[in-house]
């Protein structure tokens, strides 16, 4: 099985980028935690972070044949971005959406989270370490165990 992991914008700023909402951990520190839990579960996993939403649905269209799922962190593209939803509800994958903050929280607004409503696995305010737990529970979904 092969899960895609995608982060979206700003994520490589991750470990610098407002520490006190965000933590300390960098998408580095993401990825090997993510790696080392799809060891675990016997899974391959792709990564791909990009600040571009065209780099993003390039990255699905060249390679959603090759996966059997998705872990996304649409970040601020998650209320905007119609063009990127598309080409991740077009692969007709299930996909899990992480958030490492209280998305729905940030700066006391009403947010929408145009990513949501299709989801199958939701993860938000978990911190960092959300990402696994999207990781598992999407396999977990996938092999229906």
């Given amino acids: 099985m092969k899960i895609a992991v995608l982060h ?18 960098t998408l580095a520190d993401i990825t090997a ?12 996993v792709t990564h791909l972070q990009s600040n571009s939403e065209a780099t993003l649905i390039d990255f699905i269209h060249e390679n959603q044949d090759e ?9 601020g593209f998650s209320s905007a971005s119609y063009p990127l939803l598309d080409a991740v509800r077009d692969t007709e994958l299930p996909y899990a959406v992480i958030h490492i903050s209280q998305w729905h929280a940030i700066d006391a607004k009403e947010r929408v989270d145009i990513f949501a409503s299709g989801a ?21 979904k996938i092999r229906k165990d």
Wanted: aromatic share 8%.
């Fill in 120 to 140: 199958t696995v939701y993860v938000a305010g978990a911190g960092w370490r959300g990402y696994s737990a999207a990781l598992d529970a999407i396999v977990h």
């Fill in 67 to 75: 996966w059997d799922g998705i872990v996304i962190n649409p970040a």
């Fill in 8 to 25: 979206g914008s700003n994520l490589n700023r991750l470990g610098k980028r407002n520490p006190a909402k965000y933590g300390h951990a």
């Fill in 33 to 44: 935690d993510v790696d080392k839990t799809a060891a675990e579960i016997g899974v391959d």
